[in-house]
């Protein structure tokens, strides 16, 4: 019986690290490297975040800038921010409909099996794409750069604020689309329900037009969306090199968001895990 008594808190000792902040962090780095490393065997997952801005940028810069600002470089200013937030934005939603394949291959079912924090998969996922959003954000502003938007590169400081301004903030959308991911039957599903909510979130803003010019309803809507308090932050900081409070306002939705869904998402995740 001694035995037994003096056995139990040095197994419970033993155990306790297992489940510690530490150790969680560190698996939810290697699920993060797992997710990279999908990335390097299957190149075109990311398709959407290298050739979407480009092609997105020159098209758009050459069928409105003329109509719009007079000539394609002055029409920049206006037009890369809104491309970088739609472009990261939409970036987002990859986050539920890979956890929804996972889920739907068995791979989930793997992780449950093996002596990890069962939150460590979900958190490596979201991890993972945070690398996505850079890899879009520093394309937009190349191609930017490239086509004559000078701001860019006189100003890197305040483009780099920028970029991680709307890399903070997609992160924190992800977390809704992670909780679609969770819940959705396919990943198709997934797909379709969260273009469904960002197509208007992002053409019904100021992305690509000043809201002055739309009919009163629109104008509206578009005034009070956090897309467009997000492409106005942008556009300060890289134009004006400035802090407004766009900056902040977006900064307190991303934390609302976080708040919100991260619970709901974990608590999802921790059924199904």
Same mark, same amino acid.
């Given at each position: 019986? =001694?035995?037994?008594?003096?056995?139990?808190? &040095?197994?419970?000792?033993?155990? $306790?690290?297992?489940?510690? /902040?530490?150790? @969680? +962090?560190?698996?939810?780095?290697?699920?993060?490297?797992?997710?990279?490393?999908?990335?390097?065997?299957?190149?075109?997952?990311?398709?959407?975040?290298?050739?979407?801005?480009?092609?997105?940028?020159?098209?758009?810069?050459?069928?409105?800038?003329?109509?719009?600002?007079?000539?394609?470089?002055?029409?920049?200013?206006?037009?890369?921010?809104?491309?970088?937030?739609?472009?990261?934005?939409?970036?987002?939603?990859?986050?539920?409909?890979?956890?929804?394949?996972?889920?739907?291959?068995?791979?989930?079912?793997?992780?449950?099996?093996?002596?990890?924090?069962?939150?460590?998969?979900?958190?490596?996922?979201?991890?993972?794409?945070?690398?996505?959003?850079?890899?879009? =954000?520093?394309?937009?502003?190349?191609?930017? &750069?490239?086509?004559?938007?000078? $701001?860019?590169?006189?100003? /890197?400081?305040? @483009? +780099?604020?920028?970029?991680?301004?709307?890399?903070?903030?997609?992160?924190?959308?992800?977390?809704?689309?992670?909780?679609?991911?969770?819940?959705?039957?396919?990943?198709?599903?997934?797909?379709?329900?969260?273009?469904?909510?960002?197509?208007?979130?992002?053409?019904?803003?100021?992305?690509?037009?000043?809201?002055?010019?739309?009919?009163?309803?629109?104008?509206?809507?578009?005034?009070?969306?956090?897309?467009?308090?997000?492409?106005?932050?942008?556009?300060?900081?890289?134009?004006?090199?400035?802090?407004?409070?766009?900056?902040?306002?977006?900064?307190?939705?991303?934390?609302?968001?976080?708040?919100?869904?991260?619970?709901?998402?974990?608590?999802?995740?921790?059924?199904?895990?």
């Amino acid at each position: 019986m =001694t035995a037994v008594a003096s056995t139990g808190p &040095a197994t419970s000792a033993v155990a $306790q690290p297992r489940n510690g /902040i530490t150790r @969680t +962090v560190s698996q939810s780095l290697t699920m993060a490297y797992r997710g990279l490393l999908k990335v390097r065997r299957t190149p075109e997952q990311l398709f959407d975040v290298t050739l979407q801005p480009i092609i997105f940028t020159v098209m758009f810069a050459y069928i409105f800038g003329g109509a719009i600002a007079g000539d394609v470089t002055k029409y920049l200013p206006t037009l890369i921010p809104g491309i970088l937030v739609q472009t990261v934005i939409t970036g987002s939603v990859v986050t539920g409909v890979q956890l929804r394949e996972d889920m739907d291959k068995g791979v989930f079912d793997r992780f449950r099996s093996l002596p990890i924090a069962r939150i460590a998969p979900l958190a490596g996922a979201l991890l993972a794409d945070t690398v996505r959003y850079a890899i879009a =954000t520093t394309i937009t502003f190349v191609v930017g &750069a490239i086509m004559g938007y000078h $701001q860019i590169v006189d100003h /890197i400081g305040w @483009t +780099v604020l920028a970029g991680l301004l709307v890399i903070v903030v997609a992160w924190s959308i992800s977390w809704i689309f992670a909780l679609f991911g969770m819940l959705a039957r396919t990943a198709g599903s997934v797909q379709g329900i969260s273009f469904l909510v960002l197509f208007p979130l992002t053409f019904l803003s100021n992305a690509f037009v000043q809201t002055t010019t739309l009919p009163e309803p629109l104008k509206t809507f578009a005034e009070i969306n956090p897309v467009s308090h997000l492409i106005t932050a942008v556009r300060t900081m890289v134009n004006d090199q400035q802090v407004t409070g766009d900056v902040w306002l977006t900064l307190l939705g991303a934390a609302v968001v976080v708040a919100v869904f991260a619970p709901l998402t974990v608590r999802a995740y921790m059924r199904k895990a």
